[in-house]
């Protein structure tokens, strides 16, 4: 598949129908020692870069509104965020060194997630360098998430007519609690999670689908679990958007991970996922999730082949046609 990727890369020559989102200020916060590896955004940027990409294929994120972020937060707690003043255990739920900047970042991520799904409608397919956010909840944050960056542009989306329905495709190795929450009586938008049972979060709001694996389990486990949904639930729902959460951390070089899955299958993850939305003329906004690999390359890595399979599928199915009635911009 190596190959194949590589000789598409040379034969595209970089003239790329779309785009990626990404900010420079998402590496530069400063969570001291942290588990969180922000520097893995730079290092990304520089290996699309290094791949052939220009400035012409970035769009710059910007933050993301009160008016959006009402989407989906409550005003109490978006106000206690804004101005500092969440208690200690809602600090603590987030873990993370919550500061002014952190706000900042959140902001920064969930325009640019917004951003992606505009784009992806635009276009068919969109990639944010960032996102992923799917622990945050209407009233409260956790796990690393402040604001559900996935939630607030699929409802952006539909406030302004641009979609009827959405699909979130969640593959990080953590169950999307907040988006199942979020979503869960919202029937336009179906929540797909494909995750490690035995781990974060310990309650686990119930998504459309889910389907939860066990430590240990291995490629063949995976792939079985995750490829007879697709192209199955997208000819079912039929959503007017995809929002891949292509999570780096079902791999079993990362720390948290107890699966013993390999890059060669989440390769076939993320093609499995994203070609066949492309055949079905499904726009797909794929954001980053998770990635907490001993030596951030790996985690890099991991994100870069998801980019890789992305201008792939591209390669292969060059023509888009927005299928949905509602037609984007
Ligand atoms: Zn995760």
Redesign the pocket.
């Known amino acids: 598949m190596a190959d194949i990727v590589d000789s598409v890369l040379s034969l595209l020559n970089w003239k790329l129908p779309f785009k990626f989102i990404y900010s420079n200020e998402y590496w530069m916060l400063d969570l001291g020692h942290h588990l969180f590896p922000v520097k893995k955004y730079r290092m990304l940027y520089e290996r699309v870069i290094a791949l052939g990409a220009s400035n012409k294929d970035f769009i710059q994120s910007e933050p993301a509104s009160d008016e959006d972020l009402l989407l989906v937060h409550s005003p109490e707690y978006i106000k206690k965020v804004m101005t500092g003043k969440l208690s200690s255990v809602e600090v603590q739920a987030l873990e993370l060194p919550f500061s002014p900047a952190v706000v900042r970042f959140f902001l920064m991520m969930t325009g640019g997630t917004i951003k992606a799904v505009e784009n992806a409608l635009k276009t068919g397919l969109a990639v944010h360098l960032g996102g992923g956010f799917h622990h945050a909840f209407p009233d409260h944050g956790e796990g690393f998430c402040v604001f559900n960056d996935i939630a607030v542009a699929i409802e952006k989306m539909k406030k302004q007519g641009k979609i009827d329905r959405a699909m979130i495709v969640d593959c990080?190795?953590?169950h999307g609690n907040g988006n199942a929450f979020i979503f869960s009586k919202k029937d336009y938008v179906f929540t797909f999670s494909i995750h490690q049972v035995d781990l974060y979060p310990t309650e686990k709001p119930s998504s459309d689908l889910d389907i939860g694996l066990w430590s240990g389990d291995n490629d063949e486990a995976y792939l079985s679990a995750l490829s007879p949904n697709f192209p199955r639930l997208y000819q079912e729902f039929k959503p007017d958007l995809v929002v891949y959460l292509a999570?780096a951390?079902p791999s079993q070089q990362d720390m948290l991970s107890g699966l013993n899955v390999t890059a060669e299958a989440l390769k076939k993850r993320d093609k499995i996922v994203i070609g066949n939305a492309r055949k079905l003329k499904i726009p797909v906004a794929i954001v980053l999730?998770?990635g907490y690999a001993s030596e951030i390359e790996q985690t890099v890595e991991t994100h870069l082949n998801t980019v890789k399979v992305a201008i792939s599928v591209w390669k292969r199915n060059p023509q888009f046609l927005v299928t949905s009635s509602i037609q984007s911009e």
């Open positions: 990080d190795l953590h999570g951390d999730g998770g």
